[in-house]
């Protein structure tokens, strides 16, 4: 069984620019979940979707991130414009269902540097 | 607001010893799970406790549930070069929508 597949692995840019992460979940996987993780801190989940539906986005920066997951199996997060404090590993994470019992599979993250 | 502390932040032993990490909180927590993750890769789940004052041993580690579900410990015996990563804990939120409250996290360097 694949894994959660995330793309790029490694991006940086210039504070103020615009960026773009990728994320495929296991197939057949409901919910969907961004995290951002800082150096140092553990993660901190961003956006939760169920199918093409938004959970939980309650720590989301809407004024500068968005994210998307039209037909209900890829996702992908937006940062238009970055600020430095960006700097993180952006992890996507998958499960069957939501619920605290299901066990989120998480991909291997997306480093993004701002400069 | 739900918080999970972990402690300690950085753990450098040899190989052979034994070590406990804590994850504390005080809110209670209707679950919880250990998570390991290891450089460039993303968290990897090695257990879920429910219930209050469980115990579950997963070869050489074995985990704890606090009685009242506020807090949890994870002990490594006889802790090996492999063990070296970042452990965290993570607590199912009272709103059960499958989201998770992650502590900061306990780097483990385990030197041969």
């Known amino acids: 069984e694949a894994g959660v597949a995330q793309s790029p692995r490694y991006k940086i840019i210039e504070k103020r620019q615009s960026v773009a992460f990728w994320c495929n979940p296991i197939?057949?996987?409901?919910?969907l979940y961004w995290y951002q993780q800082i150096l140092g801190q553990g993660p901190k989940l961003l956006i939760q979707f169920q199918n093409n539906g938004v959970v939980d986005d309650s720590q989301l920066p809407k004024d500068r991130f968005s994210a998307e997951r039209l037909k209900g199996v890829d996702s992908t997060l937006k940062i238009q414009p970055a600020k430095l404090e960006d700097s993180a590993v952006y992890l996507c994470?998958?499960?069957?269902?939501?619920?605290?019992?299901?066990?989120?599979?998480f991909g291997p993250g997306t480093r993004l540097t701002v400069l | 607001t739900q918080l999970l502390e972990q402690s300690p932040q950085f753990l450098s032993i040899q190989e052979g010893e034994n070590l406990t990490v804590y994850c504390n909180s005080s809110s209670v927590f209707s679950s919880l799970q250990w998570y390991r993750q290891e450089p460039g890769e993303g968290p990897v789940l090695l257990v879920t406790?429910?219930?209050?004052?469980e115990v579950k041993k997963l070869k050489r580690l074995t985990f704890q549930f606090g009685d009242a579900r506020k807090d949890s410990s994870l002990h490594i015996t006889a802790a090996q070069p492999g063990d070296t990563g970042l452990y965290l804990c993570?607590?199912?939120?009272?709103?059960?929508?499958?989201?998770?409250?992650f502590g900061q996290g306990t780097t483990l360097q385990v030197k041969p």
């Open positions: 994470a998958s499960s069957w269902a939501s619920g605290g019992y299901n066990e989120q599979f």
């Open positions: 993570a607590g199912a939120s009272s709103s059960n929508t499958g989201k998770l409250i």
């Open positions: 406790v429910v219930t209050g004052g």
């Open positions: 197939s057949g996987h409901a919910t």
